[in-house]
């Protein structure tokens, strides 16, 4: 966010002359006052670990502070994809950087890592000071909810590279683990496989979601058909949720053997990725009922029910596997979290891919 570049002194015109920067489209004097906008909220962000402030070339971070004795590093970057497109478009900017967030720290804290600290990247043709830091302010959020510190990130202002008001982002996160601790741990037939509920379609599968609205006839203002009194656009800008403080509960307490984080290729796409070679997870697919926007988007598009599990979370936004699911179930409780037994792991063939397989289809795509 321009928020590794130190203030500058810098001459204001109100027109700008030819043969500056200014001239040619990039306006440094708006980068700087974006920096001094989203300050505060980056500097909330601070935990342990934390070395320096906004404005130098690279952020510093100490692990000993920390508390870590013996780490490894674990990273990850993503971005929201056309999401994006439903933020411009409506003007909804507050919480697409707490998707953002969500997006990397979901994949952190999966590997059995504590998200330590956070970097972004905000592109545009020309900087809108006030979205921008409504952006960036969402970021910080997301990471004041994560635990994680926002330590810097880049402002690129790239004229006649986006289009008028549009934008992109992308965000990099590093956690730790001790070296003894990362998951997943060993994974056996009759482990179960618990839920937490998504808040919705989170930040995959809005290239599906867009036409689908396109080809409905409706616009972001219109009222949702499956969210009584929110907007088309104000329930599907609706953030991802952060599930880092209750998988690191349960992994602290020893309870976790493994985590999937249900983003793009629904659970079919995503379980499997954390199980052994050899095993099958059996899904009672009437376990839960998701969010209504699911069946609608299923009705609306006519997407086939297999279609709609490996494009969507389908209400489901991290998948946990343990032994003990009463202690698991409990402890989620205590959080606030309502957990779901989803099904199952079973033995397969010996030496084959890990796969998942329905006992019955979602009703909800069924119907």
């Known amino acids: 966010m321009a928020a590794l570049l130190p203030p500058r002194a810098a ?30 909220a980056a500097g909330a962000t601070d935990r342990p670990g934390t070395m320096g402030g906004l404005g130098g070339f690279g952020a510093l971070f100490d692990l000993k502070a920390a508390g870590f004795r013996d780490p490894v590093l674990v990273s990850s970057t993503d971005g929201v994809g056309t999401k994006l497109m439903v933020a411009i478009e409506t003007g909804r900017h507050d919480t697409v950087g707490i998707d953002l967030v969500a997006m990397c720290v979901n994949d952190l804290v999966v590997q059995g890592a504590e998200p330590l600290f956070f970097l972004d990247y905000f592109a545009t043709g020309k900087l809108a000071v006030d979205a921008a830091a409504r952006v960036v302010r969402g970021i910080a959020e997301g990471c004041r909810l994560s635990g994680c510190a926002l330590v810097g990130g880049e402002t690129a202002e790239m004229p006649g590279m986006y289009g008028p008001g549009h934008y992109d982002l992308a965000g990099f996160s590093v956690g730790a683990a001790e070296r003894g601790a990362l998951l997943p741990k060993t994974i056996a037939p009759g482990d179960i496989v618990l839920g937490l509920p998504s808040s919705g379609v989170h930040s995959n599968g809005f290239s599906l979601v867009r036409s689908i609205v396109r080809e409905a006839g409706l616009g972001w203002d219109d009222p949702a058909p499956f969210a009584p ?27 976790l053997r493994a985590a999937a984080h249900i983003t793009g290729g629904g659970l079919p796409g995503n379980l ?18 998701p969010p209504p926007v699911f069946g609608w988007l299923a009705r609306a598009g006519s997407v086939e029910p297999e279609e709609m599990l490996r494009v969507f979370n389908c209400g489901i936004g991290m998948a946990l596997i343990v032994s003990n699911v009463s202690s698991a179930t409990a402890l989620l409780a205590e959080m606030g979290e309502d957990a779901v037994v989803l099904g199952r792991i079973e033995a397969g063939t010996d030496g084959a891919p890990a796969t998942l397989r329905y006992a019955g289809m979602p009703a909800f795509l069924a119907a």
């Open 11 to 40: 001459t204001r015109m109100t027109e700008p002359a030819e043969g500056t920067y200014r001239a040619s489209g990039v306006d440094i004097e708006a980068g700087e006052r974006l920096v001094e906008a989203i300050r505060p």
């Open 229 to 255: 009194g929110l907007s088309l656009g104000e329930a599907l800008m609706v953030p991802t949720r952060l599930y880092v403080k209750q998988v690191l509960a349960l992994h602290r307490a020893g309870l």
């Open 272 to 289: 499997p990725r954390v199980l052994p070679a050899g095993t099958v997870v059996a899904i009672d697919g009437d376990a839960w009922t």
